[in-house]
């Protein structure tokens, strides 16, 4: 009796755990702080505490991800951070981004990067994302314009 307890037990772990394992992985694999980089840039230029990176994959008709990462002297520091990312309804050209789809915003404090946030569908359209970080009694904020294009 106590072994059919046991097994039970032992099964019904393993379905759970394989549930979890197939649940969480397409979630990851369709945002994340990897890819090709269509976007960097760190601020201030001159000693950056900050920067902007958006990626792209193939994935999903096209995925741009984007993280605010910290560098430099607050590498490592607790600091607000927060990033956000949309996809434009533009598919050429600069300017401003008219938002057809917007990830959902990463704002909490992080000692490395926020992020990643993400927008699926994005292989013939431009993408628009921005970050910001409070460190040091500053704001630092990023925006990167209409990219990916």
């Known amino acids: 009796m106590m072994l059919r307890k046991v097994f039970g ?9 394989t549930v979890l394992v197939v649940t969480a992985a397409p979630s990851q694999a369709a945002v994340a702080c990897s890819g ?7 601020y201030p230029p001159s000693k950056p505490v900050a920067e902007l990176v958006i990626y792209y994959n193939s994935t999903n008709g096209g995925t741009n991800s984007a993280c605010m990462y910290h560098r430099g002297a607050a590498y490592g520091s607790s600091a607000r951070t927060s990033v956000q990312i949309a996809r434009c309804a533009e598919t050429s050209g600069s300017g401003s981004c008219t938002a057809t789809a917007v990830s959902t915003k990463d704002n909490a404090d992080y000692l490395y990067y926020a992020g990643p946030r993400g927008v699926t569908g994005t292989a013939n359209n431009c993408v628009d994302a921005y970050g910001e970080m409070d460190w040091a009694g500053t704001t630092y904020w990023i925006h990167s314009g209409r990219q990916g294009c």
Do not use: P
């Open 36 to 42: 090709t980089v269509t976007y960097s840039y760190a």
């Open 9 to 17: 037990a032992l099964v019904a772990l393993l379905t759970f755990g």
